[in-house]
């Protein structure tokens, strides 16, 4: 089957959720460009696109995977016209600068254009992701002339981007990294080094590749204070885009890998390629942030398309296939298994996991535009957007796994077999855990980095909303607004104990993941009661559906909160403690 | 890296925490067989064959998976000739009854090292597995001339056992298996019709392949009640074994699966093949079952030994790579991973899951020993097999999943390439949770067939040990003592609750993986204090390894047991009433 987004639960929470039309009021330069109408109508857009284009280019794309053919890495069958096709139309300029041709969307339009991408093709998607996140890098950090060069040949698919800092001694800990950048009296570099995992770092889907490399000079400081970071196109060009000649970059193997076999994972030799600098020398590592928190929010979606991709087509089947009968049936009777508890459990699970994940994507999508657009509360949203994105990265794509498991489940043996497809969901997910930081960085990040600094800011700012949410909901579902505002308590309570403790960064390390499940479960629960408000007195179909699967929530996932947060208080002298030769 | 049986634990699973030697006693066929020197040199041997000759065919195993040609499975390069080596040593054997030379071994031993062959190539262990429980059901329910026929040839491997249930419309319901048996005027049958994902339905490993086949006589009742059990071998032979021709079963297709590729997953067609009723008419299913009881503790230890196999990779590896530094270490040193708190976390929750697991196969394949060998306290054994077979076979593949997650997980981006192996595991464990009946069926049977029945006696025969446990463990664990003991009434009472539901089937259905997820967590808690009973004083190294676990599992893990028993004991209504057309 192919995908068919959840359009009616999108617009649901740009409309009826977060209002989003009265936040682009406050934000002039979207406003510009948007209203709700044409919102719906880019989404309507997007659903097609991904759909009917992209969808069908998934099956066969993971049994082809990529080749590489005399140093070229080759795409499976399709892929490059559908490219063509998909960047033409503007897709990959979704969230650029208008002025050097983008579309200039929001990003709270942008996360569900996102997951409909990653719905339809994990592979497929994150080329345009790579490259619409380098964009953004140079938007962000480079000069008027490189804006120039780079963004509308990036915007239009013409050329693509990679992100490149991962080396073999030099992945979760880019101190280490060696690449070095040699400084030429042209004001250019030149770029030697090797980097590995490098995700569409060759391909023939554009007719060059924009690698955005992090690289030290002969002379810089050692350790992450050194690092620059480097515009390394694959092939040199004049100033106009007219590509010139090759540039020393060339693509040594592809990784055989578990999943998105149809993305080119590269390693990459740079052998004394032209390089550019992109912001300040030194401060690479700060520049590659930029590109890396719109990976890690991409990345996270990644998680939710395929969780509901996986829904989709296992709802399909729990419709179609019939196995056993009903409780009480006639004892000859068959019914498809939709009936059995067991596999409601399963589906139910799945999506009240996802649609408040949907919700979450949304929140965060605003809180960068907020950031990007506003002028006042520019400061919070910077706050809350620091405090989800890894909260979603982390949260979706554990999830994710859970819910593309729980998914093919429902499919019985036939979720094991590779034609069903539900089990490349399953593979292609997996890898969302480990890359652009690992889930247990994302984890760090977010308890170390963000929930304990300053007396827990950012956590009661995200709470203020949540406050607002429970009083609302506290006449018709009082006792889920109790549970949830009793868990964000004990979050807050968590991290003073966290904070004060004697183990210092050990109980953070320790206590990270947890934590971070047990905030990701909290924040879903608000935002179920935060759709349920939404829902009113409406009891169509659409309603009655939330009304379930919220109550479903409460029920049997939300429960998980309290083992997580008990662990995440238990002592890290527990992990801590066990010599290492013990293990 | 190759696999390195975990043989100190296992002697002290047998020595110290179930006094092997002493239930032997009671045992006279077993004690005959074997006393714990002669148990602890065959395990050494196990180790050894599974270490050096297995694991070596399991990563080139998966990469060239099985062929059919021309109307033949292929198994990969290596398979045929290890197997005969592990055949003609006596291993396929291993639990067979010695008057037809099998080994004689308890189940007890059995389970130890059904794990090693799982730890060390997972597609290898199935053709071995399926052919011990064709063999067990033929012993259980074959006429002495079957007997003498089939077991000689299947203990010694040089003919393979099959178990053939499965068809298009009949999966996890076999009510409507329509494969027929024609009754002929010599007592055979002429068997027609079509299965599918018959595992080693195929291959050339051996040259015969005996399929135990469910079908229905042309006037058998409707449903289950109207299959019986047929002996259809691939190719005919005399009564002494000699093959006289072929028998008109062949092999359509293999599939093409997520994981276990060089596992021979076939659509087996037969066409009026000669076949041999096994058991009584129409009492097939019962028959069937001797055979799925032993796969389906087999493939819960499929989980297991997944669980260790990626648990050696994931603690060497974290030895070895270096990355980032100790909390509180230079700004410019670099450590091995292992110093991270959320490394060890993921290795710990592998390991204390691991080890409660294997203590968890060992009680049941004692309980196996007593209900085969033991004339007093069979019946008791009977109904403690009953309630933990399936318990093992989903919560040891359900925890065989996530542990090999996290086990992939500690390698970071290279756990993701297929070189490294580790993904491997998670890819072959996923099907474990699939078939033998799906884990959803497994926690039906428990809650439904083992737990609420009879007013729980199986449960309390359980509790029998486990206050025993607790009482030991009073003095130097309080609190978990108290804890489990809880969690056990708990259960109790869960179960009261759900015996009287007015929601009857639906409240067991919608309740049952929780159950059993519960279930486990207790039931793992009471085995890890018995663990720690039976370490005693001990201080040595590995004493110490098992009280961090244990400290950890309690901390960390069992906390879940919380969660569960509240989504268990939620409204069945809270599933059941949504409308289909909602989903």
């Known amino acids: 089957m192919h995908y068919q987004a959840p359009l009616d639960d999108m617009q649901f929470l740009l409309t009826d959720v977060f209002q989003a039309e009265q936040q682009w009021q406050n934000m002039p330069a979207v406003a510009e460009m948007i209203d709700m109408d044409t919102a719906l109508a880019v989404l309507e857009e997007g659903a097609k696109i991904t759909g009917e284009l992209i969808a069908p280019l998934n099956r066969p794309g993971d049994e082809q995977g990529v080749r590489l053919i005399d140093g070229q890495v080759v795409t499976p069958d399709g892929y490059k016209a559908a490219f063509a096709t998909f960047a033409e139309a503007g897709w990959v300029g979704f969230g650029g600068d208008p002025e050097f041709g983008g579309m200039g969307m929001p990003k709270m339009l942008g996360v569900l254009f996102d997951e409909m991408c990653y719905s339809a093709s994990n592979a497929f998607a994150l080329y345009s992701s790579l490259t619409a996140g380098a964009a953004l890098c140079i938007a962000s950090h480079g000069t008027e002339e490189q804006k120039a060069l780079y963004l509308p040949k990036l915007y239009s698919g013409e050329w693509c981007g990679a992100m490149d800092m991962t080396e073999p001694q030099a992945g979760s800990d880019l101190r280490h990294v060696r690449t070095k950048a040699e400084p030429q009296e042209d004001g250019s570099y030149l770029v030697t ?220 043996g036939h979720g094991y077999i590779r034609e069903t497809g539900v089990e490349q969901l399953v593979r292609d997910v997996r890898i969302a855990q480990i890359y652009e930081g690992t889930n247990g960085i994302q984890a760090l990040d977010l308890l170390g980095r963000k929930v304990l600094p300053k007396q827990g800011e950012a956590l009661r700012m995200l709470m203020a909303d949540v406050e607002v949410t429970l009083g609302e909901a506290k006449a018709r579902h009082p006792q889920w607004a109790e549970q949830v505002n009793q868990a964000f308590a004990e979050l807050v309570d968590a991290a003073d104990l966290l904070r ?66 008990a662990a995440a208080r238990s002592e890290a002298a527990l992990i801590t403690a066990m010599d290492e030769s013990l293990f």
């Open 500 to 565: 004060n403790s004697d183990q210092g960064a050990d109980a953070v390390n320790c206590a990270a993941n947890d934590y971070l499940h047990a905030l990701g479960y909290a924040t879903y629960g608000y935002l179920w009661l935060k759709m349920l408000n939404a829902l009113d007195e409406r009891d169509d179909e659409f309603a009655q559906r939330k009304h379930h699967l919220g109550a479903f929530y409460f029920a049997r996932v939300f429960p998980r909160f309290a083992t997580h947060i």
């Open 193 to 412: 080094g090797t980097k590995i995992f490098i995700t569409g770092g060759d391909h023939d889907l554009s007719d060059n590749v924009v690698h955005l490399v992090l690289a030290r000079l002969p002379d810089a400081p050692a350790g992450s204070r050194g690092l620059s970071l480097f515009i390394v196109p694959k092939r040199q060009s004049d100033e106009q885009g007219n590509l010139t000649g090759a540039n020393g970059v060339s693509c040594g193997s592809v990784e055989h890998k578990m999943g998105i076999t149809a993305s080119a994972t590269c390693v990459m030799h740079f052998d004394k390629a032209k390089g550019y600098l992109l912001g300040k020398l030194n401060r690479g590592l700060m520049a590659m942030f930029t590109m890396m928190n719109y990976e890690r929010l991409s990345i996270g979606i990644q998680g939710l398309g395929c969780a509901q991709m996986g829904y989709q087509m296992a709802a399909a089947y729990a419709k179609e296939r019939k196995q056993g009968q009903k409780s009480g049936g006639l004892s000859q009777g068959i019914d498809p298994i939709l009936v059995h508890g067991d596999v409601r459990r399963m589906l139910m699970t799945s999506a009240s996991i996802t649609e408040a994940g949907r919700a979450l994507a949304v929140l965060t999508g605003l809180q960068l535009d907020r950031q990007k657009y506003q002028t006042e509360g520019a400061e919070d949203a910077d706050a809350l957007v620091g405090l989800l994105v890894p909260l979603c990265k982390a949260f979706f794509t554990d999830l994710g796994l859970e819910c593309s498991v729980l998914n093919q489940q429902v499919f019985g």
